[in-house]
């Protein structure tokens, strides 16, 4: 289930809510918003492929929870995010611009050792990433459609958290064989996550 699919019936994008550790949920004030009854809107919710449950909020608000979060990188969009003016130096974690450069770096290095070691690049399967380290990275993912249309979407604090959300699955859900482990489906599944990465991300391909 993704969120353009959900608009489709809500009539507009829902808000990733949570941190998408056990499940993936999604806030609505779409019942509000169309003056619509919020429980008819939560029983058309319900009916849709993907959506394990609806709840109805005592303000109106709907909160959706999604069985397979991983399938919003099917529809994720390129988007053209301007980088905020960081500077090159320090090479350290203390600079937001280093951080944000490091992980796109990183995420062009998964695209190459993916290809030298085999990892296929099609029979993505987006239920795969529910390592919580992959589904942090969603839930930031998640925010993209929303801060694209805001007049203020706060980059300069956005990419470093999705940075450092890819650094953290990079190091302890990695996205290629290790060792003597052979690639499977759960790498080609995590080679797609980090190209998702890599399109919002800005940077140098090697650093």
């Given at each position: 289930?993704?969120?353009?699919?959900l608009?489709?019936?809500?009539?507009?994008?829902?808000?990733?809510?949570?941190?998408?550790a056990?499940e993936?949920?999604y806030?609505?004030?779409?019942a509000?918003?169309?003056?619509v009854?919020?429980?008819?809107l939560?029983g058309?919710?319900?009916?849709l492929?993907?959506?394990?449950?609806v709840?109805v909020?005592?303000?109106?608000?709907?909160?959706?929870?999604?069985?397979?979060?991983g399938?919003?990188?099917?529809?994720?969009?390129p988007?053209?995010v301007p980088?905020?003016g960081?500077?090159?130096?320090?090479?350290?974690?203390?600079n937001?611009?280093?951080?944000?450069?490091?992980a796109?770096?990183?995420a062009?290095?998964v695209?190459?050792?993916?290809?030298?070691?085999?990892v296929?690049s099609s029979?993505?399967?987006?239920?795969l990433?529910?390592?919580?380290?992959?589904?942090?990275v969603?839930r930031?993912?998640?925010?993209?459609?929303?801060?694209?249309?805001?007049?203020e979407?706060?980059?300069?604090?956005?990419?470093?958290?999705?940075?450092?959300?890819?650094?953290d699955?990079?190091?302890?859900?990695?996205a290629?064989?290790?060792?003597d482990e052979?690639?499977?489906p759960?790498?080609t599944?995590?080679?797609r996550?980090?190209?998702a990465?890599?399109?919002?991300?800005r940077?140098?391909?090697?650093?």
């Amino acid at each position: 289930m993704t969120p353009s699919r959900l608009a489709e019936v809500l009539g507009e994008e829902p808000a990733p809510e949570g941190e998408w550790a056990r499940e993936a949920g999604y806030v609505s004030a779409a019942a509000l918003r169309r003056r619509v009854p919020a429980d008819e809107l939560a029983g058309r919710v319900r009916a849709l492929d993907g959506v394990s449950r609806v709840e109805v909020r005592e303000n109106g608000f709907l909160r959706i929870v999604v069985s397979v979060p991983g399938e919003l990188l099917a529809t994720l969009e390129p988007i053209d995010v301007p980088e905020p003016g960081w500077p090159d130096f320090p090479r350290t974690w203390d600079n937001p611009g280093f951080v944000v450069r490091y992980a796109h770096a990183r995420a062009c290095a998964v695209r190459r050792w993916a290809r030298d070691l085999g990892v296929p690049s099609s029979g993505f399967r987006a239920e795969l990433l529910d390592h919580p380290l992959d589904r942090r990275v969603l839930r930031v993912l998640a925010e993209l459609p929303g801060r694209r249309r805001s007049r203020e979407p706060g980059w300069e604090s956005y990419l470093p958290r999705l940075a450092l959300a890819y650094h953290d699955a990079h190091e302890r859900a990695p996205a290629v064989p290790v060792g003597d482990e052979e690639p499977g489906p759960v790498h080609t599944a995590r080679l797609r996550l980090a190209e998702a990465v890599r399109m919002v991300l800005r940077g140098p391909d090697r650093l």
